[in-house]
């Protein structure tokens, strides 16, 4: 037969003598009595002083904090200057003289409101969002395996048409398949661990402030802590890339060449890719960009003549709809790209041919002159950088506001990239890790430069024949050579170089008569043609449209390379 003591259907018993109904209750100890042990429970303990009620009015009486100061005394005030509990003593002895003082109850009311809107958060607001973005990664997680397996189907049916010596390649590209999505997966499941993870102590801590908020306990009250802007700061959004298979075409060539290789993948980490669910819309709410993929056949949407006399160099999109052009004399030209009509012109404050153009983001174009940097507000050139014995190439207005300017020394000696905040300067590059010079020191050369969306400063350096990536702090991160086989199997030579939403690289190579689209950390992605020759300068929209300055025939083509979701 059950014990009734211990049988889940009992009736609460006292805690003393353990048989008989629960009819009162001792605040103070926090003890369940029956009548008739309410005298005994009192009489232990004498010290202490008992707050017996009835067991229906239990937690009705506050349980002040007693004085450290004033032993046996119970704080009923609270000191906000000194931030503690503070007995009538304390007052009477003017030790809190001019202090603001609050009767502890008050500050007890506070208290729980500021813990259950905190409680509130976390259950109605944060653990939901965290709950989405286990959905998301699990999504990713299924596409990515959904996306993988046409991958070897596409390997395999190449692979039939050629000799039984072709199977060895075959089995190593599907290893290679394998191994990147295996890491994938395994980073996404890691990922999706420390979530899960970070959700249950998430869990964890809302039935820890349920558990507080019910009790009368001040000094549990005070001794409560929250993690909660620990858990606002959102982790990053893991965004896996997917190789891309390029088939090659049979010819007397090494198999391995031709029976074609997987893209570079990669898996970056963006801080910014989760927000927090909400029921709101909010304007200032930041988003990640949607991930699009490049189409395989680029094509020409729009071509604008420049009417340049003798050559065309630089490109800058001031809108989807404007594009400002800069050529062989002084005279810098603001064209509609829909219309392809004239809209603006304006001379360099010298007369001189402007070495580079671009737009700030405030929308006031920039050009660098033989010593200087300008920009130009309501159609006032305003000096903003004048330079001794130095020659500023090209400039790039960067997410902060700052201006990158790629220049070179008088004596041909030294190139180096400058961040200015407005005229001061901030920033100077110049040097690797070792000591070795970044950028190639020849004024014979052209350089253009950009910012990343991941604060990466790009430079083509045609002098090296080299495209240089340091990040934000000046350190070198790679450089990109070229790809081989190039389209016209000439050394590659970068001109203008740009952007997109994606942090792709784009860079146009004068010899070879195309674009390279490399990914942020230097792996080629793919070629763009186009019918392209003689290519200068470079510019992306917020669409990810591409813009290319022809040099010979004074035209710009606006491309379409990417599909836009």
């Known amino acids: 037969m059950m014990d009734p003591r211990t049988s889940a259907q009992d009736v609460m018993r006292c805690d003393l003598c353990e048989t008989a109904v629960v009819q009162m209750h001792c605040d103070t100890c926090l003890v369940n009595l029956c009548k008739a042990c309410v005298g005994e429970h009192i009489s232990t303990g004498e010290s202490k002083d008992h707050k017996v009620v009835k067991f229906q009015e239990r937690k009705s009486t506050p349980l002040y904090p007693i004085c450290t100061t004033h032993n046996k005394e119970q704080c009923e005030m609270f000191c906000k200057q000194c931030d503690i509990p503070v007995c009538i003593s304390c007052v009477a002895l003017n030790q809190h003289l001019g202090h603001e003082l609050s009767k502890i109850l008050q500050v007890l009311a506070d208290k729980k409101d500021v813990i259950i809107k905190e409680r509130n958060e976390l259950n109605d607001t944060i653990y939901p969002t965290y709950q989405d973005i286990a959905s998301d990664v699990q999504n990713r997680m299924s596409q990515l395996e959904k996306e993988y397996g046409d991958l070897p189907t596409a390997i395999t049916k190449l692979g039939e048409d050629w000799h039984r010596e072709i199977d060895k390649l075959v089995k190593k590209l599907k290893a ?234 008088d004596d041909d000696k030294q190139s180096k990239v400058v961040r200015y905040s407005g005229s001061i300067e901030k920033q100077i590059i110049h040097s690797d890790d070792k000591g070795k010079p970044l950028y190639s020191p020849s004024s014979l050369c052209l350089r253009y430069i950009t910012e990343n969306r991941n604060l990466d400063i790009c430079v083509s350096d045609s002098g090296a024949n080299a495209v240089v990536v340091v990040n934000q702090a000046g350190k070198l991160r790679f450089r990109y050579n070229g790809h081989t086989p190039a389209p016209k199997n000439k050394p590659f030579s970068p001109r203008g170089i740009t952007t997109d939403s994606q942090g792709h690289i784009l860079t146009a190579d004068y010899n070879n008569d195309c674009v390279h689209i490399i990914d942020q950390d230097g792996q080629f992605l793919c070629y763009i043609h186009c019918g392209l020759s003689y290519l200068m300068g470079l510019c992306t929209d917020t669409n990810d449209n591409l813009f290319v300055a022809h040099y010979g025939n004074r035209q710009v083509k606006k491309i379409k390379y990417m599909y836009l979701n």
């Not at 709101?280 to 949407?301: F, H, I, N, R």
Request: hydrophobic residues 30%.
């Open 176 to 409: 290679e398949v394998d191994e990147i999505k295996n890491t994938q997966l395994q980073t996404l499941q890691e990922h999706l661990d420390e979530i899960n993870k970070t959700m249950s102590e998430i869990k964890d801590e809302i039935n820890s402030m349920e558990t507080v908020i019910d009790t009368n306990d001040l000094s549990k009250l005070f001794g409560v802590t929250s993690n909660l802007n620990t858990y606002r700061n959102l982790p990053h959004k893991i965004l896996p890339s997917l190789p891309k298979f390029s088939p090659g075409k049979i010819q007397d060539e090494e198999l391995s060449k031709l029976f074609g290789a997987l893209s570079a993948s990669s898996l970056t980490s963006d801080k910014h890719g989760y927000s927090m669910k909400t029921t709101q819309k909010s304007p200032e709410a930041g988003s990640s960009p949607p991930v699009k993929q490049l189409l395989d056949e680029p094509k020409t949407v729009t071509t604008i003549d420049t009417g340049y006399k003798y050559a065309f160099y630089n490109v800058a999109c001031l809108s989807d709809e404007e594009i400002w052009t800069s050529g062989g004399d002084s005279t810098i030209k603001l064209y509609s790209i829909n219309q392809g009509s004239l809209l603006k012109s304006i001379t360099t404050k010298s007369g001189k041919t402007p070495s580079n153009i671009a737009v700030t983001k405030s929308g006031d174009l920039v050009y660098t002159d033989y010593r200087t940097v300008n920009i130009v507000k309501n159609e006032k050139i305003e000096e903003v950088i004048r330079l001794r014995n130095w020659i500023p190439f090209s400039v790039c207005s960067t997410s902060s506001g700052d201006l990158l300017v790629i220049m070179e020394s």
